[in-house]
């Protein structure tokens, strides 16, 4: 099955270092995987300013 040698290069890489996997997992967990704060969208949401549809037209 062909590779790139991108793959290869970082499969390789993975392999000698095995911390940057794990790293990168806990990193993920506290970026991504996380519960949504419901109160700060609503927030984020009621903040917003509507858009004029072409914003650089003058008034």
Same mark, same amino acid.
């Given at each position: 099955?062909?590779?790139? /040698? *991108?793959?290869? *290069?970082?499969?390789? *890489?993975? #392999?000698?270092?095995?911390?940057? #996997?794990? +790293?990168?997992?806990?990193?993920?967990?506290?970026?991504? /995987?996380?519960? =949504?704060?419901? /109160? #700060?969208?609503?927030?984020? /949401?009621?903040?917003?300013? =509507?858009?004029?549809?072409y914003?650089y037209?003058? +008034?």
């Amino acid at each position: 099955m062909y590779q790139s /040698d *991108f793959t290869k *290069f970082i499969n390789g *890489f993975l #392999d000698q270092h095995p911390e940057v #996997d794990s +790293e990168r997992r806990e990193l993920r967990l506290t970026l991504w /995987d996380r519960q =949504p704060n419901l /109160d #700060d969208r609503r927030r984020w /949401d009621e903040s917003r300013v =509507p858009q004029k549809p072409y914003v650089y037209q003058p +008034e």
